[in-house]
């Protein structure tokens, strides 16, 4: 069965540094694209990033450039998002999602369960 | 504010049909494929419709997708109880070099 499974929840303060994963398992984990998707309390959707574990490519939304690093360990078949200093805002779901073969571009057509941050002093 | 513009609402009874519109730009929707997603209540979203029209496997054919210019549709007959949940689009848009999504919707069967 193909699956990513996430990270469980995490509660940190304002200013602490922050790294969750993302396994992937049931393909061929460096073929597929790796996305990370944030949803804020009651909100929607966003596109924060893309990675392609088999030279580790990534691309990153304009929004999230510099606030977040993605990046991945092919070796164990995981994706990780990582914050240096998080901030109350950063409090979210996140999504981990498999994107296509190819290109940046295609659906998610996988996702994980998600892994809620909050960050409170 | 999100690239891609939804309405935030839609309802219908039990059996009825019921579009989604997703309006974009020639960035986004206007040259490139839409991509929908279904997120139940407390869920991962779950991908609906890929590639414009194109159900993957197990998704019921009550779920239909379409596209025209810089906009799409998501259509759901036969609409059922189940169906009830936030509905998003989504497209790769070139300038932001980066997948955009649309706002949400939220169906509820009445």
């Known amino acids: 069965e193909v699956q990513l499974v996430q990270s469980g929840a995490e509660v940190k303060k304002p200013g602490e540094s922050l790294k969750i994963s993302c396994k992937g398992s049931?393909?061929?984990?460096?073929?597929?694209?790796i996305g990370w998707v944030r949803q804020m309390p009651g909100k929607g959707l966003e596109w924060m990033g893309i990675?392609?574990?088999?030279?580790?490519?990534?691309r990153y939304s304009p929004s999230f450039q510099g606030q977040v690093t993605i990046s991945a360990d092919k070796s164990i078949s995981t994706a990780y998002l990582q914050w240096s200093s998080l901030k109350a805002s950063d409090t979210a779901m996140y999504y981990c999602?498999?994107?296509?073969?190819?290109?940046?571009?295609?659906?998610?057509?996988?996702w994980g369960q998600g892994t809620m941050v909050t960050v409170s002093s | 504010q999100s690239v891609l513009t939804q309405p935030p609402s839609a309802s219908g009874t039990p059996g009825q049909r019921v579009t989604i519109s997703c309006s974009g730009s020639?960035?986004?929707?206007?040259?490139?494929?839409v991509n929908w997603y279904q997120q139940l209540p407390g869920t991962a979203p779950k991908l609906l419709i890929y590639?414009?029209?194109q159900r993957p496997s197990g998704v019921p054919d009550r779920f239909s997708g379409s596209k025209s210019g810089t906009s799409a549709s998501l259509a759901i007959s036969g609409l059922q109880s189940e169906d009830e949940a936030d509905y998003y689009c989504a497209a790769w848009d070139d300038s932001l070099n980066g997948q955009v999504f649309g706002g949400g919707t939220k169906l509820t069967v009445l």
């Open positions: 049931g393909y061929s984990f460096t073929s597929y694209w």
């Open positions: 990675i392609y574990p088999g030279d580790s490519d990534t």
């Open positions: 999602a498999r994107g296509g073969g190819y290109y940046p571009t295609d659906a998610f057509d996988i």
């Open positions: 020639s960035s986004n929707i206007g040259s490139n494929t």
């Open positions: 590639s414009n029209n």
